[in-house]
């Protein structure tokens, strides 16, 4: 059960956690550790379960069995002998402490930039109008967009919608930052800026676990990389190891193969 | 609640309610029909009576169409040297009305054709009338054929505004019924039976319908 | 036959207060049960649900005459005597508020499942979710197609006048049973309708440009 490089207890553990859609079974006995300041990359073709995986970690799916632990606690079940779903608040309070960006964004149109990023910190975190502001400013200073602080979501591009949700996510300051194909849904000429700012946030220490098909950014960018294919963990790696060409790994190779000649 | 349900009088008039029932699709069907011959026209019209069609049809559109009803019975034939039945007259009235709410299908129906397949037909080198007849029209009848089935069931229930120029459809049975025996909750539950029933079969049908007409490619 | 016409015009006027007072009756009241039943039927227990749906299903499955006239009539027979007034204002909101439900659904509804998600996942409590997310972009959805169906109240309320209610459409009748100018009075009834709900139209269209941002 290994840990990023040191022996303290990894940040996320998802330990066997397995979860169907009625028939079908998305998750079968997945395990996966996240260190503190570790970014891992989570590569798969689609249906592999690496989406609901990552919305399992901050239980926007819940899963069957098996355990999801930030920092040892549990995620979505309460830490009695019987497995209860933890109730209304404190799932709030455990979906705090975690950060998601979606593919399709999903800020909320009826604010503005500064007014998404200020949503949280003044109902989850209880801060004064003032102080949420200057939060609010200071992340969309770090991800280029200060000068949009008061622009509704309907006037910004893709990009910067994006790197907008990202500062959304970040300011609450959570413990790890869950990205999720964040840049699927943009024009390729927008995916570099929001991949800049992901690579900074990643050198000044940020957790995350991110589901991408950007291969090059998982190589440059993540300490480790998780090959899933039908719902189990089929390979795991630091990125050499992985992306090589070479790998004896059938999968893995069909699955590369696929991007090697379009991207690399 | 001194109010005994008492079923058997209805049943003694139920051809009322019947021969009602029927008198009420077959006038949803022919207003429908004339309509959509109305609207047809609109849509293939030229820009000046566009206008003019525009302007008729925000005007029908936000008057009570108990007034219509009223206006073309009792107020055309005291200028008009015309004369006409109720059931004529209400024929007129609600063809003119769905007239004026088929032309905004229509018109949204039209806009919703892709781009792609007048271009299609252009680089074929229809003419103009040809790509509205080949192209547009179908395309138009299959993107539009839901809402054209409410519509149809909106007027359906339109037709009892019939019964106060006492055309005998089913609202104006209901009422002969409630005002000739006094058993008004009954004759109004098996009446609201009725329009109930008979919407869920419309819609049923025309659901049917729609189905077909999306597989036939 | 002018003059004759201006005789009448207090008349009318009186019968188009009315017809006023009848519409924005039924708005308020359809407004406020509408508002109560739609949040019932998106965030209610499942029989509340239920009910709500047969409600609005029916209401909106038959033509407002025959509603109109089944309370009208159906109410003194069941031991509940309201004057005609009440009776018809009831009854028309009875119908609205099947309207008010459904465009309440159809605002919320249209709202994308990933703003729930991410209201969640910045680790907003449900009522914080509602309060801060939910509702301000389902009010924004809900009003231009609620202001375009006050049109419908409108419309609805000149139905009255078939229960001996003099609002406006009684009041041309009558009018027109003293003068005959019959096509003169329909046209002007025609006009004055015509008028406030073309009015409510043009507001309703303004509304859904100014708010199509949130459709985004």
């Given at each position: 059960m290994s840990t990023g490089s040191?022996?303290?207890?990894?940040l996320l553990d998802v330990s066997d956690v397995s979860k169907s859609f009625g028939a079908v079974q998305?998750?079968?006995s997945v395990s996966l550790q996240v260190g503190r300041g570790e970014v891992v990359a989570v590569i798969g073709p689609?249906?592999?379960?690496k989406t609901t995986l990552l919305r399992c970690v901050n239980f926007l799916e819940s899963y069957d069995s098996g355990s999801i632990r930030i920092d040892g606690k549990e995620?979505?079940?309460?830490?009695?002998?019987?497995?209860q779903r933890r109730g209304e608040r404190d799932l709030a309070a455990m979906r705090a402490e975690t950060g998601m960006v979606f593919q399709s964004f999903n800020?909320?149109?009826?604010?503005t930039a500064a007014g998404n990023i200020m949503l949280g910190l003044r109902?989850?975190?209880?801060?004064?109008e003032a102080e949420a502001r200057s939060i609010a400013e200071h992340w969309l200073g770090r991800v280029g967009l200060a000068h949009k602080a008061?622009?509704?979501?309907?006037?910004?591009s893709g990009g910067q919608q994006q790197r907008v949700g990202i500062a959304r996510a970040v300011a609450m300051e959570p413990k790890i930052l869950l990205l999720d194909e964040?840049?699927?849904?943009?024009?390729p000429e927008l995916v570099g800026e929001v991949l800049a700012v992901v690579r900074s946030l990643a050198e000044d220490g940020m957790t995350m676990l991110m589901v991408t098909h950007e291969m090059a950014f998982a190589r440059d960018a993540s300490s480790r990389i998780v090959f899933m294919a039908d719902g189990c963990v089929n390979a795991v790696g630091p990125p050499k190891e992985i992306l090589a060409?070479?790998?004896?790994n059938e999968r893995l190779r069909t699955f590369l193969a696929r991007f090697r000649a379009s991207h690399f | 609640m001194g109010y005994a349900l008492n079923f058997n009088l209805i049943w003694r008039h139920f051809d009322k309610l019947w021969g009602g029932l029927l008198l009420s699709l077959e006038l949803a069907v022919i207003s429908i029909a004339i309509g959509l011959v109305l609207a047809v026209w609109y849509v293939s019209a030229g820009r000046a009576v566009r206008a003019a069609i525009a302007a008729y049809v925000e005007f029908i559109r936000n008057v009570p169409l108990i007034l219509l009803v009223y206006l073309v019975f009792y107020g055309l034939p005291t200028v008009i040297d015309l004369a006409y039945s109720a059931q004529t007259s209400f024929i007129l009235t609600l063809s003119v009305y769905s007239g004026a709410y088929l032309v905004e299908v229509f018109r949204s129906g039209l806009e919703a054709v892709p781009r792609g397949q007048l271009d299609a037909g252009k680089a074929i080198g229809l003419t103009p009338w040809q790509r509205l007849l080949h192209v547009r029209l179908p395309t138009m009848l299959r993107i539009t054929l839901p809402a054209l089935s409410n519509t149809f069931i909106s007027l359906f229930k339109d037709t009892s505004i019939a019964s106060v120029i006492s055309v005998p459809e089913l609202t104006y049975g209901a009422q002969w019924i409630n005002f000739n025996t006094f058993r008004i909750v009954e004759v109004y539950l098996i009446t609201t039976a009725m329009y109930l029933l008979t919407g869920y079969a419309l819609l049923f049908v025309l659901r049917l319908i729609e189905r077909q007409f999306r597989t036939a490619r | 036959m002018l003059t004759q016409i201006a005789y009448a015009l207090p008349f009318l006027a009186q019968g188009f207060a009315l017809t006023l007072w009848v519409s924005l009756l039924v708005v308020v009241l359809s407004l406020i049960a509408g508002v109560l039943l739609g949040v019932g039927l998106v965030y209610g227990p499942a029989p509340l649900r239920w009910a709500v749906r047969i409600f609005s299903d029916t209401i909106r499955g038959i033509p407002i005459l025959v509603l109109m006239f089944f309370v009208y009539y159906g109410l003194p027979a069941i031991g509940l005597h309201l004057p005609s007034f009440w009776a018809a204002v009831l009854a028309l909101t009875l119908f609205k508020t099947a309207q008010v439900v459904e465009y309440l659904r159809g605002a919320v509804g249209s709202i994308p499942k990933g703003q729930s998600e991410a209201a969640m996942a910045i680790g907003l409590t449900f009522r914080q979710r509602l309060a801060y997310v939910i509702f301000p972009q389902a009010f924004r959805r809900f009003l231009p197609p609620w202001i375009n169906g006050v049109t419908d109240a409108v419309k609805g309320s000149?139905?009255?006048?078939?229960?001996?209610?003099?609002?406006l459409m009684q009041a041309i009748n009558q009018v027109i049973g003293r003068t005959y100018e019959a096509m003169p009075l329909y046209i002007l009834g025609a006009v004055i309708y015509f008028a406030v709900n073309y009015a409510l139209s043009l507001a309703s269209r303004r509304l859904e440009r100014r708010f199509s941002f949130i459709r985004e």
């Open positions: 040191n022996d303290t207890p990894a998305v998750l079968r689609s249906g592999s379960g995620v979505g079940f309460r830490e009695t002998g019987t497995r800020l909320f149109p009826h604010l109902k989850v975190r209880g801060k004064s008061d622009s509704l979501p309907a006037e910004l964040i840049t699927s849904a943009l024009d060409a070479e790998t004896t | - | 000149a139905l009255v006048s078939l229960l001996g209610i003099t609002d």
